[in-house]
């Protein structure tokens, strides 16, 4: 059984930073490409980064150079660093698996508040 376990989210100060983690298990970690995702709240899910099997990186105009994403093929995780946070950040983080030929899995998000 697939899972993507999201943790990490909160309440922080503008500039401020967290990390997120997301938990995978029952697929072949290493084989898929790993994304973090977020959708606030009126607004459609965006993509905030990427990281694929080779470990080529890849954001959203809005996060690049404050958030890192990072994968850990040992563990089974992947982490978003998320540094110098702004209110425009606030919204439910989601954790997404995909390759090709094998569909996508979703996690079931975590919120992230950033707010004074």
């Known amino acids: 059984q697939v899972q993507l376990v999201e943790s990490g989210g909160g309440l922080v100060q503008p500039g401020g930073s967290l990390r997120l983690s997301c938990a995978a298990s029952g697929f072949i970690f290493s084989s898929y490409f790993m994304s973090w995702h977020r959708q606030a709240p009126g607004k459609e899910r965006e993509l905030v980064a990427l990281?694929?099997?080779?470990?080529?990186?890849n954001y959203s105009d809005s996060v690049k150079g404050r958030f890192t994403i990072s994968r850990d093929n040992a563990k089974n995780t992947v982490n978003l660093q998320m540094n110098a946070l702004q209110p425009e950040d606030t919204a439910v983080y989601f954790c997404?698996?995909?390759?090709?030929?094998?569909?996508?899995?979703w996690g079931q998000g975590t919120q992230v508040t950033v707010a004074s």
């Open positions: 990281v694929t099997t080779s470990n080529t990186t």
């Open positions: 997404k698996a995909y390759r090709a030929g094998r569909g996508v899995h």
